[in-house]
C-alpha cells in the first residue's frame, strides 16, 4: 500500500464511529464556557458597552470588551481589518460586542442579555452597487477610497478590437448568489494557561499557523509563548481559514481568568463567521472567430465582500485571474470591484473567486458557439490551450489533461448518441475548468519554505512524520503515511503522524488554495528520499533491521527533513503572481437534468466528471473530493443563498432554512480520474479538492437549455426561476408564429 | 451550542395523570417525540417551565385499532405510520403524508398527536432570541408587529403539519381529555385561524386519539407534498384528496390544502362538481377554485407567487393521481 493506492483513511474509522477527538470533545477541569454578544444592527457606532450587571449574575467570571483585544488582525497582511470584539462601531448584524465567561453556557447566555450597549444607529448599505453609489456611507475605513476593498482592472491584447473582428459574440449579464460552507463542525475553540504562562489553542482551523502568528501580536505574547494545535476537524472547506473572534476571545479570557476557556459556536454563529461565496455580478462577453476559436474575453465584476476584507484583495484578482485555461483565449480583460457592505464577510469557498466567472463563462462560450453552429463539446476542444504554454495572461501551464477529460465525459455519457435524442424535458450539457495547485503567492512575504515535513525513522521500524499541514479531510495525513511506505519501504500503517501543531511541527502555511498535497507532497517526499538513502546504504533483510543498521552507522537518531519553496511564477506585472500556480487541475464535466415544464422543478439526474489531478496518490481519495466539488456546485446551482432582509439580517441562519441538499436531492455521480502526470507535482500529482467543483454549475446551466431552451443566468436556479424563463420562451415562440 | 431554558419535566404515568398535571401547572408543554418542542425552547419561543412529558403513555396511547373506523392513538410515532399496512390499505393518503415528514430519525421520534399540534412555523418565528431581537421581534411572541402581513393584526405563522390535510380530507376527528372529561371533535373544527394557539385545545387538554370514519375506506385518495428537498423540509404546500365516485361520476369531494396560514383549509363551494365526471376537466376545475381559496404567504421561504401558481397544477396532478 504505497502511492497509487486505495489505502483506507488513517482517521476514518475515529470519524465514523465518534471516537476522534475535534476541539469541543477536548475539555478541562475548571474549564469556562463562553459567548459571544452581536450587533443587532447591521451599521452602528457603539457609543457604550455596560457589563457592570452581567457580571453580577451568578455563575459569571468574566466579562471582555474590545478595548482589551485593541489590535487589528486579518489573514492577509495588508487588508487587517477586523477586531476581535467592536470598540467603535459595527459592521453587519452578527459583529462580536462583547463576550462573557460562564460556569456553563447558558448562564453566559443569560448574561449577555444584561450587557448594555448604546448605538447610533447609522445608514447601511447592503449591496455592492449601495456601496458603489454611496461612498460616503463608509462600511469599513480600511478602504482607501469609498467602500471599494480592492479594484483590479487587467487587460491583455487588444480585446475592443477583437471583438469588433469576431464572427459571433455572446453578451450578457450573470449573477451568482452567495453561499456558505455550512461545515458540519460548528467554529470552537478551546485555550488554555499553564502554569508557566504558555498559552495553548485547540481551534477548529485550518491556518495553525496564520492563527499562530496573530494570535501572538494581537496578545502580545512572545510567538514561543503560544502554541496552536488543530484537531480532527468536521468539514471546513475555506470557512475556517481566516482567524476568528472566537480564538482571541479563549485565549484573552484564559489569561484573564486563569482557567480554561471554551467556546463553541451556534449554527447560526457560523453563518455569521461566513466568509463564504461572494455573490458577483458578471458582464460578460466571449466574441469568437468563424472557426470556434476565442478571440475576446470580457468581464466586468462587481463582487460583494460583506464587512471585512478576509481573502477579499485576493478575490478581486482570482475573479479574472483563473479564467484563462483550459481555453486559449486571443485577448482578454477583466475589470473587477470587491466592495464592502454591511453584511457577514465574505471569504474563500471552495474554488475561491473562480467558480462564479467560470459559470458564466462557459455558459456564454455555449451561447456563442451555437450561433457559429458548433457543438459543445468540439468548441472547447478546438480552444484547448495545450501542455507546457503560457496563458494570455502569463501563468505557465505545465501538465493538462483536459482533452483526456473532454473524451471520457463525453463517451460515458452517450453525447454523441444521445443528445438532441432524450424528449422533450431532458437534456446534457458541458463545461470544463481549471485551477490552481497552490499559488506562488505566501499570504506574507518571505524567502522561507511553504511547507516542512521532518521525518524521524525508530529502531522497532516505527516511522514518525512531523507536519504543519492541515488535514481538513482532504486525506494528507493518510498520504503522508503511503509518501513514507512508498519512499521507505515501510508499512504505511507502522507510520504516526503528528500534525497541525505549533510546537511540533514545522510551518506549513495551510489548507488553502489546493496547495497542501502538491506542497506537502513534495516536502514529504524530499524528507523521505534523503532517509531511503541512508537505509539503503545499510541495507538489512527488513523495514526495521535496515532502520537499526543505519541508524549505527550514522550514530545518531534517523531524522531528515524536506521542504517546499515557492518558485518564481506569474507574468511580470503587478498582480501577475496571484493565480500563478506551479501547476494546474483541469475538468470537464457533463450534466444530465429533467424539467417538469409546468412547474419549474427539475432535477440533475446525473453528472459525469473527469477530474486531471496529475496523479491520483490515492484514488478513493481523489473520487471522494471530486464527488464532494460535484454535490457542492450542484447544490449551488439547486437551492443555497444567503438572503438578507432590508435591514441586514440573513434569513434562516440554521440548516433548516438554509438548505442544503440531502442525500435524496444529490444526483447520481460519476468521478472519472484523469492522470497527466505533472512535472512539479510530488509524483505528478496535481490538486483534486477545488477545481472539480466549477463546471457543475455551468454544465447544469447548459443541459438546461438542451432540455427545454431556456439560458438561465441566475443561481441559484430556483423552479420559479426556471418557470419564468420557460413562460417567456413560450410567449416568444407564440410571437414568431402569430 | 444552543442551550435548553431551565425546566422541571413531569413524568405522569397516564392519560388522567398527564392532565393533571397540565392543569397543575398552567403554561405547561406537552413533550412527545420533542422533534418540534425542544428547537422552538432552545429558541425562547415559550416562558413555561414545565413540560409534561408522555413517555409514560405511550403503552396506552400508541395503537393502531380497526373499530368501526380507524383508531389511532396519539403516540403512534409517525414511522409506524407510514409503514402500517392497515393504514397504507385503508388511508393510503395518511400514510404517504406520514412518510414524507421531515427523515427517518425525526420520523421515529415524532408522533401523530405532536404532528397534528405542532405549533405554527414562520420564517420570523422559528429563529433565536438574538435574531427575533435584531428583527424587532413579531406578534406570536415578544412583539407587536407582524412582518408577513403589513399591519397585520391577527398571526398568520403556517399550519406546517403534514398529517392535518390527510386527515381533514378523510373526515377525520381527534378525541380530547381534560381533568373535566372528555369530548370528540371533527377535525375541520379543532383548527382556528389564529397563529397563536391554532387549535380549540384548552391548556389542559390533551388529545389522545384521533378517529378516521369507515367511509374514508372506500374514499379514492391521495396527499401531494410541495417542498425544496426530497427529505427534511417542512411543506411549502401540502395538499390530500378523498373523492367518491359512482361510476365515473363524482359523488363527494373533499380537498384539504396546509402550509398556507395558521389553519389548513378545506376548500369549500364546490358541491356543484357533484355529478360531474371524474376526469381531467373536473381536476382542472378543482385546481382553479381552489387557487382562488389559497393564498401563499411569505411566511414560509418558498416563493409565494410560484406556490400560488402551482397551486392549479398540483390538485389537478393530485386528484388525477387518487383517480387512477
Known amino acids: ?738 | 451550542m444552543m442551550t435548553l431554558p431551565p425546566l422541571e419535566v413531569l413524568r405522569p404515568g397516564s392519560v388522567a395523570e398527564a392532565v393533571e398535571a397540565l392543569r397543575a401547572h398552567p403554561g405547561a408543554r406537552v413533550l412527545a417525540g420533542g422533534t418540534d418542542l425542544v428547537p422552538n425552547l432552545k429558541y425562547g419561543m415559550y416562558d413555561t417551565r414545565h413540560l409534561v412529558a408522555l413517555r409514560g403513555l405511550s403503552k396506552e396511547l400508541r395503537y393502531v385499532r380497526e373499530e368501526g373506523g380507524l383508531r389511532l392513538g396519539a403516540l403512534c410515532t409517525i414511522d409506524q405510520l407510514a409503514e402500517n399496512d392497515l393504514l397504507k390499505a385503508r388511508t393510503p393518503a395518511l400514510a404517504e403524508a406520514c412518510g414524507q415528514i421531515a427523515g427517518p430519525q425525526l420520523r421515529r421520534m415524532g408522533t401523530l398527536g405532536g404532528n397534528l399540534c405542532l405549533d405554527t412555523r414562520c420564517v420570523y418565528i422559528n429563529q433565536s432570541y438574538f435574531w427575533r431581537s435584531a428583527l424587532g421581534f413579531c406578534l406570536k411572541k415578544d412583539g407587536t408587529l407582524c412582518h408577513v402581513v403589513a399591519g397585520g393584526k391577527r398571526c398568520v405563522a403556517a399550519a406546517s403539519n403534514d398529517t392535518a390535510p390527510a386527515l381533514l380530507a378523510l373526515d377525520a376527528g381527534v378525541r380530547l381529555v381534560s381533568p373535566r372529561g372528555e369530548r370528540v371533535v371533527p377535525l375541520r373544527e379543532f383548527y382556528l385561524p389564529d397563529g397563536l394557539h391554532n387549535t380549540v385545545l384548552q391548556p389542559d387538554e390533551l388529545l389522545v386519539e384521533v378517529r378516521i370514519p369507515p367511509a374514508a375506506f372506500g374514499k379514492k385518495q391521495a396527499f401531494m407534498k410541495l417542498r425544496t428537498r426530497a427529505a427534511i423540509d417542512f411543506p411549502a404546500l401540502n395538499l390530500a384528496v378523498a373523492l367518491e365516485t359512482e361510476g365515473a361520476v363524482v359523488k363527494s369531494i373533499s380537498l384539504a390544502v396546509g402550509a398556507l396560514a395558521a389553519r389548513p383549509v378545506l376548500i369549500k363551494g364546490i358541491d356543484d362538481l357533484v355529478g360531474r365526471p371524474a376526469d381531467a376537466r373536473f381536476a382542472e376545475e378543482l385546481g382553479r377554485r381552489a387557487q382562488k381559496q389559497c393564498r401563499p404567504l411569505t411566511n414560509i421561504s418558498v416563493d409565494p407567487d410560484w406556490r400560488r401558481d402551482l397551486l392549479p397544477v398540483l390538485v389537478r396532478r393530485l386528484v388525477l393521481r387518487a383517480l387512477a
Open chain 1, 1 to 738: 500500500m504505497s502511492v497509487g493506492d486505495r489505502f483506507p483513511k488513517i482517521d476514518g474509522v475515529a470519524k465514523a464511529d465518534g471516537s476522534g477527538i475535534y476541539a469541543d470533545d477536548i475539555s478541562f477541569p475548571r474549564m469556562l464556557h463562553a459567548k459571544l454578544l452581536r450587533s443587532p444592527h447591521a451599521h452602528a457606532r457603539i457609543r457604550g458597552i455596560d457589563v457592570s450587571e452581567a457580571l453580577k449574575l451568578p455563575g459569571v467570571i468574566a466579562a471582555l470588551t474590545g478595548d482589551e483585544l485593541p489590535l487589528k488582525y486579518g489573514v492577509i497582511p495588508w487588508t487587517q481589518d477586523e477586531q476581535a470584539l467592536a470598540t467603535e462601531k459595527v459592521r453587519f448584524v452578527g459583529d462580536e460586542v462583547a463576550c462573557i465567561a460562564a460556569l456553563d453556557e447558558r448562564t453566559a447566555e443569560d448574561a449577555l442579555k444584561l450587557i448594555r450597549v448604546e448605538y447610533e444607529v447609522l445608514p447601511a448599505v447592503l449591496s455592492p452597487e449601495e456601496a458603489l453609489a454611496h461612498p460616503e456611507i463608509k462600511v469599513n475605513e480600511k478602504a482607501k477610497v469609498g467602500n471599494i476593498t480592492k479594484h483590479v482592472n487587467l487587460q491583455f491584447g487588444d480585446v475592443d478590437r477583437a471583438v469588433a473582428g469576431a464572427a459571433a459574440i455572446a453578451h450578457e449579464t450573470y449573477a451568482y448568489a452567495g453561499s456558505t460552507h455550512a461545515p458540519i463542525e460548528p467554529h470552537c475553540a478551546v485555550a488554555r494557561v499553564d502554569a508557566d504562562g504558555n498559552l495553548t489553542i485547540w481551534s477548529s482551523t485550518q491556518i495553525p499557523h496564520y492563527l499562530h502568528r496573530e494570535l501572538s501580536r494581537v496578545l502580545g505574547l512572545s510567538p514561543a509563548k503560544v502554541r496552536v494545535i488543530q484537531p480532527l476537524l468536521g468539514g471546513a472547506f475555506g470557512g475556517k481559514s481566516d482567524p476568528f473572534s472566537l480564538e482571541f476571545c479563549v485565549a484573552k479570557l484564559a489569561l484573564k481568568t486563569g482557567r480554561p476557556v471554551k467556546i463553541l459556536f451556534t449554527r447560526e454563529e457560523v453563518f455569521y463567521a461566513h466568509r463564504g461565496r461572494h455573490p458577483m455580478k458578471m458582464d460578460v462577453t466571449v466574441a469568437l472567430e468563424s472557426d470556434g476559436r476565442i478571440a475576446a474575453v470580457d468581464n466586468k465584476i462587481l463582487i460583494d465582500g460583506g464587512a471585512y476584507a478576509s481573502f477579499g484583495m485576493i478575490t478581486a484578482y482570482y475573479a479574472g485571474q483563473l479564467l484563462t485555461g483550459p481555453y486559449r483565449f486571443g485577448t482578454y480583460r477583466f475589470d473587477s470591484y470587491r466592495m464592502y457592505t454591511n453584511k457577514p464577510p465574505c471569504g474563500p469557498k471552495r474554488g475561491h473567486g473562480s467558480v462564479q466567472p467560470r459559470f458564466a463563462f462557459e455558459v456564454a462560450l455555449d451561447e456563442a458557439a451555437e450561433k457559429l453552429g458548433l457543438d459543445p463539446i468540439e468548441v472547447r476542444r478546438r480552444n484547448f490551450i495545450g501542455e507546457e504554454v503560457d496563458t494570455v495572461n502569463g501563468q505557465r501551464i505545465t501538465s493538462n489533461g483536459f482533452l483526456k477529460c473532454l473524451d471520457l465525459v463525453e463517451q460515458a455519457s452517450g453525447w454523441r448518441e444521445r443528445r438532441g435524442k432524450l424528449g422533450p424535458g431532458r437534456g446534457l450539457g458541458v463545461a470544463g475548468s481549471m485551477y490552481i495547485s497552490g499559488t506562488a503567492y505566501p499570504v506574507y512575504p518571505n524567502e522561507m519554505p511553504q511547507s516542512g515535513v521532518l521525518v524521524k525513522l525508530d529502531r522497532s521500524g516505527r516511522v514518525a512524520i512531523f507536519s504543519g499541514a492541515s488535514d481538513i479531510g482532504q486525506g494528507i495525513n493518510t498520504l503522508l503515511c503511503q509518501i513514507a511506505a512508498q519512499e521507505l519501504g515501510c508499512d504505511p500503517r507502522h507510520v504516526t503522524v503528528v500534525a497541525a501543531d505549533t510546537d511540533l511541527t514545522p510551518v506549513d502555511l495551510g489548507a488553502y488554495s489546493s496547495r497542501v498535497t502538491f506542497m506537502v507532497g513534495l516536502a514529504a517526499q524530499e524528507a523521505c528520499e534523503k532517509l531511503a538513502a541512508k537505509l539503503q546504504a545499510a541495507g538489512g533483510a527488513t523495514f526495521a533491521e535496515a532502520c537499526q543498521k543505519a541508524e549505527a552507522i550514522e550514530g545518531a537518531p534517523l531524522a531528515a527533513s524536506g521542504g517546499y519553496r515557492t518558485q518564481k511564477l506569474g507574468g511580470g506585472y503587478r498582480g501577475g503572481t496571484i493565480g500563478a500556480s506551479p501547476a494546474y487541475s483541469f475538468t470537464a464535466h457533463v450534466a444530465e437534468v429533467s424539467v417538469d415544464e409546468e412547474t419549474g422543478i427539475w432535477k440533475v439526474e446525473r453528472i459525469w466528471a473527469a477530474h486531471d489531478c496529475g496523479k491520483a496518490l490515492n484514488p478513493t481519495l481523489v473520487e471522494g473530493q471530486i464527488e464532494g466539488s460535484v454535490y457542492m456546485g450542484a447544490a449551488e446551482a439547486q437551492m443555497e443563498e444567503m438572503v438578507y432582509n432590508e435591514k441586514g439580517l440573513l434569513f434562516g441562519p440554521s440548516l433548516l432554512d438554509y438548505r442544503i441538499p440531502t442525500s435524496m436531492d444529490t444526483p447520481d455521480l460519476q468521478a472519472m480520474i484523469v492522470e497527466s502526470n505533472d512535472p512539479n507535482g510530488p509524483y505528478g500529482a496535481k490538486e483534486a479538492g477545488e477545481g472539480p467543483l466549477h463546471a457543475a454549475i455551468p454544465a447544469i446551466a447548459n443541459a438546461l437549455y438542451d432540455a427545454c431552451g431556456i439560458r438561465i443566468r441566475e443561481l441559484p436556479f430556483y423552479p420559479q426561476r426556471v418557470l419564468k424563463l420557460l413562460r417567456e420562451r413560450g410567449r416568444k415562440e407564440e410571437e414568431r408564429v402569430a
